[in-house]
């Protein structure tokens, strides 16, 4: 198993690319901590990891609170004994509803709350238990070029920050022996297909799936990728040069 014994902490788990994760990860040996707003969400993709014969831990948290932050790594710590590595997976507010003028502060500040601020508090968090395991991994999420681009000024903003923040975070971390990395997802427009995660097609000529950006974190968060640093790897189909998708909508 690629992952055997890892633990692995996913912030903002939703029902799409971060439970694929969680799932895909416990598949491959990690123990999973999965957190989100949304006790529901998380309580049922452990359930999921445990009927599996696997070992996941589920947390309502809020990863834009700093204590709450302090919390989910300190229980995560004193369940499982370590941290392994951080994905930090939040989304939403993509849409573009409103154009630049039209965006209120409130807005504004939200969506940079949930997308950056969300990936700062979580790193900030992972980093003394990632140093004291002698080194580990950090994932965070962004979205690829042409759906930054397509979403709103918020939207695209804060995306722009997470894969900043990235490089940034993989050259101050780097002595510490901790690799960052980002995940840049073009739309996914498909549900998780089943109730374990398995390889998609092998076809460019379909609809993104949670699936293809929980394999490429997979990689990313394994010893695979031990050289792998200050990278963004884009999954979306080849949308970003204009290679192409089943269809377009904003």
């Not at 390889?199 to 394999?215: F, H, I, K, N, W």
Request: charged share 20%.
């Amino acid at each position: 198993m690629r992952l055997q014994d890892k633990v692995i902490v996913i912030g903002g788990v939703g029902q799409g690319m971060g439970r694929a994760m969680g799932l895909l990860f416990a598949q491959e040996g990690a123990r999973v901590v999965l957190v989100a707003r949304r006790p529901e969400v998380v309580e049922a993709t452990q359930q999921q990891i445990e009927a599996a014969g696997g070992q996941a831990l589920a947390l309502e948290a809020d990863m834009t609170v700093p204590a709450e932050v302090e919390h989910v790594f300190d229980t995560a710590v004193a369940t499982f004994g370590r941290l392994d590595a951080f994905c930090s997976v939040a989304g939403g507010y993509y849409k573009h509803l409103k154009d630049a003028e039209a965006i209120e502060d409130e807005f504004f500040d939200m969506v940079l709350g949930n997308h950056l601020k969300s990936v700062f508090y979580g790193v900030r968090g992972a980093i003394p238990h990632l140093r004291a395991a002698g080194g580990g991994a950090i994932l965070t999420v962004a979205a690829g070029y042409k759906t930054r681009r397509d979403g709103n000024v918020a939207y695209g903003t804060a995306k722009e920050g997470v894969i900043g923040l990235t490089k940034n975070l993989a050259r101050d971390l780097a002595p510490h022996n901790i690799r960052a990395n980002c995940l840049c997802p073009g739309l996914i427009r498909l549900p998780l297909s089943g109730e374990s995660v398995r390889r998609p097609a092998q076809s460019l000529g379909r609809l993104g799936q949670p699936e293809d950006v929980a394999y490429a974190a997979l990689y990313l968060v394994s010893d695979e990728a031990a050289w792998v640093t200050g990278q963004t790897l884009v999954i979306d189909g080849g949308a970003e040069v204009y290679a192409g998708q089943p269809y377009d909508e904003r």
